[in-house]
């Protein structure tokens, strides 16, 4: 196999055998093939795409890469959720406890903030001591007591997958969906888990814009992870604007507390309990959806969800109490700014990547993977489109370290909301169901 | 500059300004920019092209990169040929003292065997003694006494297009046409010249194997030296069989001595005087072609070209006399083994490439860049498409080091000849002759 040949083939339209795919990972994992050919191979796939089969043999090439926990002595299904990421989607703190609550086992593997976008691990590392790098042995232990762990990839699972996302992001390869799909399911299916289910994020403020890359992205993760034996669903979700009122890590801790109260914006316990109603089927421990969103629902009425939440920061080494009294316990700004309605009006977009981009500038993101990131710092965003405002109505508050930072801030947000006289055409919240038999459009909820 | 923007942009269909290939090459050449990022990028230019503008600045960027010859004291025009290779190719061994003794300066610069074509210094080194790695001072003083010097690349001409080349090589990416125009001309361009000629081979053998391609690359290189006050010409050349009749290092040497001494097969007599004729043309030392090709014809026929062969090889570390007894000095094959025909018929094809590979089994060709050569083995070609030949006619002679390697090349070239009833269509020995002014087919000489 001559690693040229084989890119060559692929530049010219052909397609590798799975065999072929898995010796390219494998040498490339181990450094035998160099950087610059992997590179070449993925721009050549960003023009030419994968075949089926392909994804396939790249997906298992990359989870055999490295461990993958066994989990079947639990005793119970296994769920986990991905999203694509965007600005204020605070779902995965509040959808694990609230589905390890309803007694699905849930390993939840996240990332961190990269760009416009946030991080889960960002926003549970806001909570003071709350540790996202367990060994794997401990967050099975974890596991078994709680029924619940939310960490980041560990250099154990797909190391191959790891080497292979990081020369994307350097070479502009990154949006071709295939090696997305086989990065995310490699790391997925490294869980050992009964299903899977997928938050496509689609809008501005997502990775994909287009409704047809976020389908096709859905059904590639739906196939490789059904051909695996767990079972997978993805819902479309909007991430036109941003997601909920908050977005910066302190605060959307503080606003997954009031959701899983059963509180919190509409929006985002409405994406929450929609997921959840597709962990709690995937999982098979509920007979339909009616069954399983009232079952979801219960769990945060009960306050089974924060106490599950409660637990879990204390196992993995957050402060007791927090979810009684979070102010005490996570970092404030000391600086608040509010940016009000100069005339009254509709709302006609807010921009989540102008706010993601603000956040960044406050210091609460991160530009490249090493940059730190201050807790305290985001924005509030007060208004989603489609709301009628009045001028002096407040539209964003900004959350800054400084005066400085604010005033940045402040002028990068001038573009985030725009006004007009009349709404703008309503976007489904939730706008697709994605199985393996097919895509259901769903009619019901909008954002405006 | 963000390196991922500037890929980004290019794989989007865009178009980097001059300066930006300026920064980019510079960096990249400095090695302060990744073989893998200019890996992708090259792969995104082989699917999205590049401007005009693009080419010019890439180019500029790669000649600016390393020394430059300064040769107006020599008081003559000065006058390369470019080649984009092939098998039997023995052109630049003639061409260079031949248009050198009708009184234009030859700062030929040439590269080595690569795949199934040859190299021009692999042939000059299998005279012994040869040296093609002279410093430029040394190469420049020896144009200055003798008009005539025949040097490989060295490190210090175009350094940024060495180290693409190399990577291209490596990554699938070498069938790009801005980036072989480029790094073509950002090497001619260093050697200050008059005028280029450009010999671009087309066909089974060749590097490009369809017309328009070749014609793009004619146009593309032609434009880039005209740009720089180079007067560039084009001959479109067929590759599609063997040029001449001995192809391997130490018979392509003699070979050449033997049209230098005016004899020799008639296509690569042919295609030499046609080169030569361009060549004393863009000197402007001769009134039209006829009086060129005259010029060029007085030059082998009245021994000039030979003598002025003979003294270069001297010059250049080479044993004198060898243009009057050449088998004394080469190196020759102890083992000889004829492919005859087993059946009467008209030759259809004989396939470049296999010839080529053959030539590598036997030891005298490179699969990568570092293997070592043996300059006796080789294969002699004795029939050319549209030849009659008899059951019993030799086809093929096999210039071997060992039986063994014999037996190895044989089986191979079982496939090199095929015969036929009728004769195959013509093709045109020149086809085309591309200027700055335009495309002109040559309806004259055909290979049959």
Redesign the interface.
Known sequence: MR???L??RK?DGGALTRDEWTALMRYYAAGDI???????M???V??RGMEDAEIEGLTAAMLESGERLSLGHLGRPRVDKHSTGGVGDKVSLVLAPLVAACGVAVPMMSGRALGHTGGTLDKLEAIPGFRTDLSLDRAVAQLERLGCVLIGQTDAIAPADRRLYA?R?????VPAIPLIAASIMSKKLAEDLTGLVLDVTTGAGAFMTRLEDSLALARTMIALGERRGCRTVALLTDMDAPLGVACGNAVEVEESIALLRGGGPDDVREVTLALATEMLLVAGVAADAAAARARAVRALTSGDALEMFGRIVVAQGGPVGLVDAPAAHLAAAPVRRVIAADRDGFIQRVEPRVVGSAIITLGGGRSRTTDAVDPAVGVLVHVRPGARVAAGDPLLTILARSEAGAAAAASELAVAVSLAEAPPPARALISHRVTAAGVEELPGTVTH
Chains 1, 2 share one sequence.
């Open positions: 690693v040229t040949d890119i060559e530049r160099p950087d610059y050919q992997m590179a070449a993925a721009m050549a960003y023009f020369l992001g350097a070479t502009a390869t």
